[in-house]
């Protein structure tokens, strides 16, 4: 089927503290791994950004699955495209906490800095989620 890559966006039910999320990825980096899945997954004040890449026929039901994970809501697809190659083809998941220092490196993102992260600042403009995932590829904090 190919393969894609899947970005979307969701808000946390409560504050995660760092051992909910290490225990994400205590999950989520096995099974990846097992699954030829890459991506990143970034968190910042309730607010999850996530890219999976790797075979349509594993990432699309991969996907659903987590749409119906009770920690978060409001989840929304940011973007689905076919790709040649992997963006983060060296993490089964990278994960970075995302903090005001970190972002404001990052050119343009001025808006995403003044308030708490909205959905739809990433899907009125998917492009804004792929140079933020991106900033953070070489960034993984645990």
Do not use: C
């Not at 987590?66 to 940011?78: S, Y």
């Not at 972002?103 to 998917?126: D, H, M």
């Amino acid at each position: 089927m190919g393969l894609i890559s899947l970005a979307y966006v969701s808000v946390s039910h409560h504050p995660m503290s760092d051992d909910e999320l290490l225990r994400i990825l205590e999950v989520a980096r096995p099974f990846n791994q097992s699954h030829s899945i890459t991506g990143m997954l970034l968190y910042r004040d309730d607010f999850f950004i996530q890219v999976l890449e790797g075979e349509s026929s594993v990432v699309l039901p991969l996907y659903e699955k987590i749409k119906t994970d009770p920690r978060h809501h409001h989840i929304l697809e940011v973007y689905r495209t076919p790709i040649q190659t992997r963006t983060f083809a060296q993490w089964s998941m990278g994960f970075n906490r995302v903090d005001d220092a970190a972002l404001s490196a990052i050119p343009g993102f001025t808006p995403y800095l003044e308030n708490k992260p909205e959905p739809t600042f990433f899907t009125s403009q998917p492009s804004r989620a792929t140079q933020l995932l991106e900033a953070f590829k070489d960034h993984v904090y645990f």
